[in-house]
Structure formats: structure tokens, C-alpha cells
């Protein structure tokens, strides 16, 4: 589809693999969950049948149920060693291996036909995707230091944990400024609800004003600028405003708990963004 559509596809993704080797460099969590068997292509390795679960569900369970049919129920599908793709209307027949078209799928070679419907799917299908993205990764990143990583850590390494936010840590690594200091009022109000609020609620806090729900991967001391909390004045009609490239939470001065927590609840889970004043 890529290729009929944007014959120069392999340029964006080579763009896309430089700006993920840049944040991971930088030490910048992505929302980006890359599947499983892309995460294993991105570190040389090929990704097998298992990984097909993770990206088509469906066939997976399909190529698995053919183990138990019987060689007489394998005949009646009158399966060869081909797959059909379809693009923008256009069908067309690709050989799984030589002469593939010619070669029936019997109880025999069955297993043969599951692995090599699974390779092409995984691997064959996406591989020049996946080769533009993984050199764009690569002009950032060395290859050594990926290789450090299995898949499960370097989904980490982009991601970031979803475990629950260190509010301890958080904390020791607040700064305040405008009539803010760490013994304000306010300041021990905004923690306290920070503290009933529900781990879901807290990443959302998170994403509010740093634009990622994920901790740091070395903790909020490496946040880069700190975490900060700025007076935002006195008047208690206003709502919490963030800019995010500052890590930077603009709070007005609210005297109670309950104002607190239902300006801070409201502006987190109203979804809006830079237009939310």
C-alpha cells in the first residue's frame, strides 16, 4: 500500500527512525508502542510465528487451528504455498517459496506452509519498512548499543514503565517559584491531593504537564528542566494551566482541598490542550 501510494515511503520512515533514535538519545519517553515482532526486526533478529499474535490475531489463531485438521480437511481447502495481497483493489498471488503456486499444502508439509505464511507476514511483507526505519534509527544510535537490549527492555527504553508515578520522588524533586516555596499552604494541598488521586489519575496529572504519563526512566531527578510549580495568583475561578516544554504546572493559590482537587481532576480529565485556559 505504502509503496503504491508514496513511492518515496522509505524516506519517511527513515525520517521516523532518526526522530525515535533522537528522544531515545535525549532521553525522551515516546507514547509510541511498537509491536512486539517490529521491536525484535529493529534489533537484527526475525521475528517467528509467536510474534505474529501481537499483529494479527486472527491468522495467528487460524495458521495454529490447521496443526488438528486432518489431511483429508487440509485437501478440501486446496491450499498452495501463495498468499494473496490486496492493494487498492488489486489482487495479487506471491509465492511463499519457489514454484509455490504449484505446490499443494498437504498433512505432510503443513507445518512448513504455517511458519512460511507466518515469515512472510512478519517479516517479508515489511521488511524494506522496516530496514528504512532501523538505518534512520541507526544514523542516531549505534548498533552496539541497541544491542544491548532485548525487545521487552528496548519497549522500555521508548515507553517508559507504566507502573505507578514515585510521588515521594516527585516531590524531592519539585522546584516552586512565584509566592510558592515547599512549606506553602497551597503547596502541601496540592500534594496531599495528589496523593488520593487514582494511579490513573496521576499519569493523567503527568501527561498534563510534562506531555508524557510515564516516569523517567532514571527517576524525576533526570527530568530535564525539574519538574516546577508556579503560583498562578489568587483567584480561585481559574484552572491549572501547564506548559509543557517547561514542566512547568501554573497553579492559582486555592485554599481548600476540595477546590483543589476538583480544578486539578477537571483540567486532567477534560482532555484539552494549549486551549484549555
Excluded at 178 to 193: L, P, S
Excluded at 195 to 216: E, H, I, N
Aim: net charge negative; with cysteine; proline share 4%.
Amino acid at each position: 500500500m505504502a509503496v503504491t501510494l508514496y513511492p518515496d515511503y522509505k524516506k519517511h520512515y527513515y525520517l521516523i527512525g532518526r526522530v525515535l533514535g533522537k528522544a531515545i538519545y535525549e532521553k525522551l519517553l515516546v507514547d509510541l508502542p511498537l509491536a512486539p515482532y517490529f521491536l525484535e526486526q529493529l534489533l537484527g533478529s526475525t521475528a517467528d510465528i509467536n510474534y505474529l499474535r501481537s499483529l494479527d490475531p486472527t491468522l495467528y489463531r487460524t495458521l495454529l487451528s490447521l496443526r488438528n485438521y486432518t489431511a483429508q480437511e487440509i485437501a478440501d481447502l486446496e491450499l498452495g504455498f501463495v498468499v494473496d495481497e490486496n492493494t487498492l483493489g488489486r489482487t495479487a498471488n506471491i509465492e511463499l517459496k519457489p514454484g509455490g503456486s504449484s505446490i499443494k499444502v498437504t498433512k505432510d508439509n503443513v507445518i512448513e506452509y504455517i511458519h512460511l505464511v507466518a515469515d512472510h507476514r512478519l517479516n517479508r511483507q515489511t521488511r524494506s519498512h522496516c530496514r528504512a526505519f532501523t538505518e534512520g534509527l541507526y544514523s542516531v544510535l549505534s548498533v552496539e548499543w541497541l544491542g544491548m537490549f532485548s525487545f521487552a527492555e528496548l519497549h522500555l527504553l521508548i515507553c517508559g514503565s507504566e507502573s505507578d508515578i514515585d510521588l515521594a520522588d516527585l516531590r524531592a524533586n519539585t522546584v516552586y517559584f512565584g509566592a510558592y516555596k515547599e512549606d506553602h499552604q497551597c503547596v502541601d494541598i496540592f500534594w496531599e491531593v495528589l496523593g488520593d488521586l487514582s494511579p490513573k489519575q496521576r499519569r493523567l496529572f503527568l501527561a498534563f504537564v510534562t506531555s508524557s504519563d510515564r516516569t523517567p526512566l532514571l527517576g524525576f531527578g533526570s527530568l530535564n528542566p525539574l519538574f516546577a510549580v508556579h503560583s498562578a495568583g489568587e483567584d480561585e475561578d481559574r484552572l491549572p494551566t501547564a506548559s509543557t516544554c517547561m514542566n512547568l504546572l501554573k497553579l492559582p493559590e486555592y485554599r481548600s482541598y476540595g477546590v483543589m482537587k476538583s480544578k486539578l481532576v477537571y483540567v486532567i480529565e477534560s482532555g484539552a490542550g494549549f486551549e484549555l485556559s
